[in-house]
T-cell receptor, first 113, second 113 residues
Framework: DAKTTQPPSMDCAEGRAANLPCNHS???????VYWYRQIHSQGPQYIIH???NNETNEMASLIITEDRKSSTLILPHATLRDTAVYYC??????????????FGTGTRLTIIP | KAGVTQTPRYLIKTRGQQVTLSCSPI?????VSWYQQTPGQGLQFLFE???????NKGNFPGRFSGRQFSNSRSEMNVSTLELGDSALYLC????????????FGPGTRLTVT
C-alpha cells in the first residue's frame, strides 16, 4: 500500500471548517483514500473514503485532486467533539471489501473554543 | 445493533505468561481484524479472519495468534509475553463482503510487567 504524509497537528476554531491535508503521491490506480479518526481512548471511527471523485457524507467531505496525489478532508462546522487524531490511509479493496488498514501517524486536530 | 465488544477491557500480566483476548463482532459481521496500538509504533495490523479462516496477516512474530469461531467471535493469543507487548489491542469487524468500513471496539489495554 502507498504511504501518506500528514501534518502532525492542526488547530481550528470552533464553528469553522477544518481542512486536513494528506499527500499520497505514490498512490496507484486501484487504491482508495480512506479517513478514520480516533478520539482519545476510543477505537478508530470510519469517516469517509473515495477513489477519484469528491465524496460527501453526514460527517465530512473528501476532496481528491485530479492527479490523485493528494486529498483534503473537510469538517464543515467543527465542534469540540471533533478533537481527535485523524488518519489518512491508502488501501486496496478486494471483492471482500477492505480487510487491512495501514495507519500512519495521523494529524492531531484540536478544536479551539 | 450492539457494537463491537472486547473483553477484558484491562489486563495486567507478567513477562513470560500468555494472554487471550476476546472480541465479539457486530451481529451479522463475518470479518474480524486485530490491531495493536502503542505510543512508539502507532496502530499496526495484526491479522484478519473471515469465516474462521485467516485471510490477512501483518508482520508480527508467531507468538501472536488468533482464531475465529463459527459464530464469528474471535480470540487472539499472545504467548511468552514481553514488556514490549504492552499495548492497546483493538478489534474491528465488518460484513466481510463488499464492505468499505470497519467498526472498532473499545480495545483491551494490556500491561506486561
Amino acid at each position: 500500500d502507498a504511504k501518506t504524509t500528514q501534518p502532525p497537528s492542526m488547530d481550528c476554531a470552533e464553528g469553522r471548517a477544518a481542512n486536513l491535508p494528506c499527500n499520497h503521491s505514490t498512490i496507484s490506480g486501484n487504491e482508495y483514500v480512506y479517513w478514520y479518526r480516533q478520539i482519545h481512548s476510543q477505537g478508530p471511527q470510519y469517516i469517509i473514503h473515495g477513489l477519484k471523485n469528491n465524496e460527501t457524507n453526514e460527517m465530512a467531505s473528501l476532496i481528491i485532486t485530479e492527479d490523485r496525489k493528494s486529498s483534503t478532508l473537510i469538517l464543515p462546522h467543527a465542534t469540540l467533539r471533533d478533537t481527535a487524531v485523524y488518519y489518512c490511509m491508502i488501501t486496496t479493496i478486494s471483492n471482500f471489501g477492505n480487510e487491512k488498514l495501514t495507519f500512519g501517524t495521523g494529524t492531531r486536530l484540536t478544536i479551539i473554543p | 445493533k450492539a457494537g463491537v465488544t472486547q473483553t477484558p477491557r484491562y489486563l495486567i500480566k507478567t513477562r513470560g505468561q500468555q494472554v487471550t483476548l476476546s472480541c465479539s463482532p457486530i451481529s451479522g459481521h463475518r470479518s474480524v481484524s486485530w490491531y495493536q496500538q502503542t505510543p512508539g509504533q502507532g496502530l499496526q495490523f495484526l491479522f484478519e479472519y473471515f469465516s474462521e479462516t485467516q485471510r490477512n496477516k501483518g508482520n508480527f512474530p508467531g507468538r501472536f495468534s488468533g482464531r475465529q469461531f463459527s459464530n464469528s467471535r474471535s480470540e487472539m493469543n499472545v504467548s511468552t509475553l514481553e514488556l514490549g507487548d504492552s499495548a492497546l489491542y483493538l478489534c474491528a469487524s465488518s460484513p466481510g463482503q463488499l464492505s468499505y468500513e470497519q467498526y472498532f471496539g473499545p480495545g483491551t489495554r494490556l500491561t506486561v510487567t
